[in-house]
């Protein structure tokens, strides 16, 4: 199992295990608040906008260009920023902190 932590706006840390699937898709399965996922993981919402931890950004990767003019369309977007339906979950994110962005 791969711990994924998820920073919720109330400051609130959540420690979530998974194997497989999405960070939208355990994010959403643990009702974790601001990750809406409305349109099911195909990179045509931005409801799953989070910030990667800085140190763990090399770890994640960088976004597609389909997912970057998905962001350009969000509020809060910084140079952390990612979709996260667009993350698969694999034990090289170990421990990975991500935050969710407002908006
Ligand atoms: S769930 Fe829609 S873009 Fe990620």
Do not use: Y
Not at 54 to 78: F, H, Q, W
């Amino acid at each position: 199992m791969t711990q994924i932590i998820f920073i919720t706006a109330d400051e609130q840390e959540h420690v979530l295990e998974a194997d497989s699937g999405s960070l939208m898709e355990l994010a959403v399965a643990n009702n974790i608040a601001g990750i809406d996922g409305d349109c099911g993981g195909v990179c045509s919402c931005a409801t799953c906008h989070v910030h990667i931890a800085p140190e763990d950004k090399a770890r994640v990767g960088e976004a597609s260009e389909i997912e970057a003019d998905m962001l350009e369309l969000a509020e809060n977007v910084t140079e952390n920023s990612r979709l996260c339906c667009q993350i698969a979950i694999s034990d090289k994110l170990e421990g990975i902190r991500v935050t969710v962005a407002e908006g």
